[in-house]
């Protein structure tokens, strides 16, 4: 994934949770580029992502890139779910009636449920998208009397060989 890819993948992040105004791109971008979020992504799907000078070495493709942006994502409506429950000390009322007309504040119990359910179904498309990943990459042992040999030495390389 090149360098501008990575902000693409950011800009489209922001757009999918809503543009927040307490977020920005560069803070999307730093951590997509965060060690940690680098090493997640890594466990989950088996490969070898590195950070260099803000790129991503070897390049993510598409499918990559999509469990990345759910990852991102899952982690974020965690946060704010957790946020939001903090909230919860600073909530004196609910619901303030005078006359005829009424106020209802939101419940932070009931928001920090719907974060959590979208971070649940977000978790969910990305354990979808990194099985359909998983099985992509497996290859049969033979097929037809050839026997397909996977480059061991780089798990990126998604190319095979046939053997003798």
């Known amino acids: 994934m090149s360098c501008s890819c990575l902000t693409n993948l950011a800009n ?41 000078s803000g790129c991503f070495v070897p390049e993510l ?16 409506y965690q946060k704010a779910a957790t946020q939001t429950l903090g909230a919860i000390g600073a909530l004196q009322w609910t619901e303030i009636s005078e006359y005829d007309s009424t106020i209802r504040r939101a419940s932070p119990n009931e928001t920090s449920k719907v974060y959590l359910q979208m971070a649940k179904d977000t ?21 037809d009397y050839y026997y397909i040999e996977p480059d061991r030495a780089n798990p990126i390389d998604r190319t095979y060989r046939p053997g003798t």
């Open 12 to 52: 489209s992040i922001y757009k999918d949770i809503g543009e927040p105004s307490n977020l920005s791109l560069s803070a999307i971008q730093t951590k997509l580029i965060s060690p940690a979020m680098v090493g997640q992504l890594n466990d989950l799907i088996g490969t070898c992502y590195v950070i260099e």
């Open 61 to 76: 493709e598409s499918e990559e890139s999509a469990i990345y942006g759910l990852l991102y994502k899952t982690q974020y």
């Open 123 to 143: 978790r969910e498309e990305m354990h979808q998208l990194i099985g359909a990943y998983n099985r992509n990459l497996s290859t049969p042992n033979s097929i």
